[in-house]
């Protein structure tokens, strides 16, 4: 029995499987929320884990520095008011003008201040100063003095935040007086200055009233603001550290799970370019649940496609160099044969020879120009509603049309049902298919015999049978017979009417339509085969 397989294997390959296993999962992947990746979330929470550490321990900080001023504040501007009402208590002389006794103001301000934690000044009514716990102390102001050889670049040095500059010794004391002369008005002043060596002072100016007449000012302030903000900044370095090692460790995370993969990706391809692999292999990253796993396994399963679909280009091209080689190899016998034969009888033999390779030449290639341009068709064409049942008498009606006395003759049995069996493809692969069987079919039947084409739909399929009364089909070729170049004959039929690819061509039209394409051998009485028949199974399309 004359036939062929298909050009591509009819069933999915290993590489087209594992693409459709793991396009569903690509699917999944894109509806898991904005960003619309794991990895995208995984990068911007990374990348906003280090700038949140850094924001938050700054905002903690800046607001304990500012808490701390403030309870700064509130401390000495409670123990201001104490000693000057206990001054004007006790220090005050003298009715009906009252006034603020000196010697005893000094005395009780030694007193009650505490010149370890903070310095006390008394100014009299005219804002002179009368007391100042250093004096008391004995207090000697140190200072550290400056380098030898300084530069303004090296006095300007580097500070996590900007100082101000030193002001003079002048403009301290001018300061100084302008608090003072508010607290003469009566009012309390509080607030942050600077001292003459440069460092923050958080001062506060109470004034001493009796009655309405105010009688001096007791000012205290406390130079340790300096302290507390550089307590604050080396408290700030770890916050800084982590957020630099979060940073470090979020970009080498980062580029272990999607730089490295991905040059290894490219690295594979570049293989494949360069012939030094077939397809590409990296099982490790196929395994991980990401966009990273999901683009390898598709890279996977496309160069395995191709891997396969070039090693059965490269079968085909042998398969089909092997079978045009035989008729040219028997074209040139017979012509270098020619020449020597003088017999008519013998020179007639050798003539018809020549048709027969010429024929069979004609037919292997225009059926290898037809399974070349299959994939090619059956990607462009758009499917649509088909009539089977009016395609199929079309073409039987061709074929009695165009018969000639002794040719085997095609009969048609269209479905007996009310309405027309429809199915969803394309009109010209299905054509050829129903071609090329007939073809098969007419080709194993006796001269003036006829072959019968059968159409009936069973359970939303629509069944197409095409039969013979030729020899059948051996028990062992039933599924050979679909396989490319499979030209076996019984004995007595005519050589090189089949090229081997007709039936191969049909399976693969078959499948690609979501259907089936089978052999079997009609049997009669005590089994006796009749001939054969090929049964073509197609789902009927949606009403």
Known sequence: MASATATGNPEPTAGEAAAAASAPRVRRARFRGLPGSRLGRLILALNLLGLA?????????????????????????????????????????????????????????????????????????????VADSDWMADAV????????????????????????????????????????????????????RQSDTGQRVVSVSIPIQHVRAVLGVVTLEASDVDAIIAQERRALIPFILIAISVTVASSLLLNSLVAQPVLRMARAADRVRQARARAISLPDLAKRDDEVGDLTRSLEAMTHSLSERMDAIESFAADVAHEIRNPLTSLRSAV???????????????????????????????????????????????????????????????????????????RFTPHQGMEAVTVMGREGPLGQIVRNLIDNARSFSPPGDAVSVGMLRVKGEAIVTVSDNGPGIPPENLETVFERFYTSRPKGAAFGGNSGLGLSIARQIATAHGGTLRAENRTGAEGRVLGAMFVLTLPEAAP
């Not at 104490?82 to 005050?92: E, G, H, K, R």
Request: glycine share 6%; charged share 25%.
């Open 141 to 192: 102001e140190r200072r550290e003095l400056p380098p030898a050889r300084g530069s303004e670049n090296e006095e300007r040095g580097f500070s996590l935040m900007p100082r101000p500059a030193r002001p003079t010794s002048s403009q301290v004391e001018a300061t100084l007086a302008r608090e003072v002369g508010v607290a003469l008005q009566g009012r309390r002043w509080a607030g942050m």
């Open 53 to 129: 550490v850094l924001i938050v321990g700054a905002l903690v900080l800046n607001e304990l520095r500012q808490g701390l001023v403030n309870a700064r504040i509130d401390s000495l501007s409670t123990q201001g008011e104490l000693i000057a009402s206990i001054l004007n208590q006790a220090a005050t002389v003298g009715e009906p003008e009252p006034a603020m006794d000196a010697a005893l103001a000094t005395e009780l301000l030694q007193t009650l201040s505490n010149p370890r934690a903070q310095r006390a000044r008394l100014f009299d009514s005219q804002g002179r100063l």
């Open 336 to 410: 270098e044969t020619l020449d020597l034969v003088s017999d008519p009888a013998a020179r007639e033999r050798l003539l018809n020879v020549l048709k027969n390779d010429v024929q069979r030449l004609d037919r292997l290639v225009t059926d290898i120009s037809n399974a070349s341009r299959l994939d090619a068709e059956l990607s462009r064409d758009q499917p649509r509603i088909i009539d089977l049942g009016r395609l199929i008498g079309d073409i039987a009606a061709l074929y009695q049309a165009t018969a000639k006395p002794g040719d085997v003759q095609v």
